[in-house]
């Protein structure tokens, strides 16, 4: 379904007033064209916010019949949102990293399906509620899925190697065929994780992001990929067997972090390899539901044993696989990945190529 402006702003005016304490009124004005005081040119109404017994806050709504994650540098250039004069952006649904862009530029945001956010200093008002996290117009549903080892690939790609990067040299680095490399990165940039030039190279990769989105998607402990185990003599005792094995293997998780960025004392060993009960065998380790210190995971594609490191004789992952991979850890997992990938933010002479 297409909203007209009205429609739409009525609704979403019809949302943000059933949230409002109790006794609080609004009402609405239509903007004075090219007022150059404030970017009112851009703006479809004025919404006015009272509270019993004070002056009416007031907030711009913008409208937009649809709102994509790259349109909000737009919207940010064009309205400029400050505390004293705050904008609402409305549409009838508001992704969440169309959420997290907005609230990162300073706009307020509401959709029908009840994602709201606005901030008011006078009077003084806070509301974040949410909505639907998916679109709920079939028809405005398009393929944005981050699953399987080619957008893996793609996504491990984009992370280690440092941009300005072709679409072919990109699709031939992940392993993947141009025509798939194309629609991921037009979604991508969509979602403004990347920026590309019209039919020209990818020129910026917004990476934490990008690994936080593909996060969503993937996990080693997702569809029984990892199994858990409990080093009797703890994680120390395994790493120093790592050492003497003949078998191909990748360390991951928190141990891995630790060794760049380390938070605390790791807790869980992550270790890829290809023949999971040999190398269990071979660690000495126990399986266990409860208190497990060790994960052994089969990898998703073979890219987990690409651009890895050493360590004191330790094949050690990549860092973007780290900070994928503790992202979806259990745990204080996704607090080490934020921590590694501030140490990763850094530093990325050390590890982008």
Do not use: C
Not at 174 to 193: C, H, I, K, Q, T
Not at 311 to 339: C, F, H, M, W, Y
Request: hydrophobic share 40%; charged share 25%.
């Amino acid at each position: 379904m297409v909203y007209p402006d009205n429609s739409l702003i009525a609704d979403v005016i019809d949302i943000v007033a059933g949230k409002l304490p109790s006794g609080w009124q609004t009402a609405t004005s239509a903007p004075r064209k090219r007022d150059k005081a404030t970017p009112r040119g851009l703006i479809d109404v004025i919404l006015k916010i009272r509270r019993p017994g004070a002056p009416a806050g007031l907030v711009l709504i913008e409208a937009k019949a649809r709102l994509e994650p790259k349109d909000v540098d737009y919207l940010a250039a064009a309205l400029r949102p400050t505390p004293d004069q705050p904008v609402l952006v409305a549409a009838p649904f508001i992704s969440p990293r169309t959420q997290e862009r907005l609230k990162a530029k300073g706009f307020g945001y509401a959709d029908l399906t009840g994602n709201v956010r606005l901030s008011l200093s006078e009077p003084g008002l806070f509301i974040e509620t949410t909505g639907a996290s998916e679109n709920p117009e079939p028809k405005l549903r398009e393929r944005k899925s981050l699953k399987g080892p080619k957008a893996g690939r793609l996504i491990r790609a984009l992370s280690d190697f440092r941009p300005p990067i072709g679409l072919r040299d990109l699709a031939k680095r992940a392993g993947v065929d141009p025509g798939y490399a194309s629609r991921v990165v037009d979604f991508l940039n969509r979602e403004a994780l990347i920026a590309r030039t019209t039919r020209g190279p990818v020129i910026s990769v917004e990476w934490p992001a990008l690994l936080r989105r593909w996060s969503q998607e993937y996990s080693p402990f997702r569809r029984q990929r990892a199994a858990m185990y409990l080093a009797p003599r703890g994680i120390s005792a395994v790493v120093e067997k790592l050492k003497s094995t003949s078998m191909r293997f990748a360390v991951s998780g928190s141990w891995a972090a630790a060794q760049v960025a380390p938070v605390a004392p790791p807790r869980l060993l992550l270790v890829y390899v290809d023949k999971p009960a040999a190398v269990a065998a071979e660690l000495d380790l126990r399986p266990a539901d409860a208190g497990a210190n060790v994960a052994i995971a089969t990898p998703f594609d073979p890219v987990v044993y690409e651009r890895t490191s050493k360590k004191s004789g330790i094949t050690i992952a990549a860092l973007s696989q780290v900070a994928a991979d503790l992202l979806t850890s259990p745990g204080r997992g996704p607090n080490e990945a934020e921590a590694l990938m501030e140490w990763m933010r850094e530093h990325e002479d050390v590890w982008r190529a």
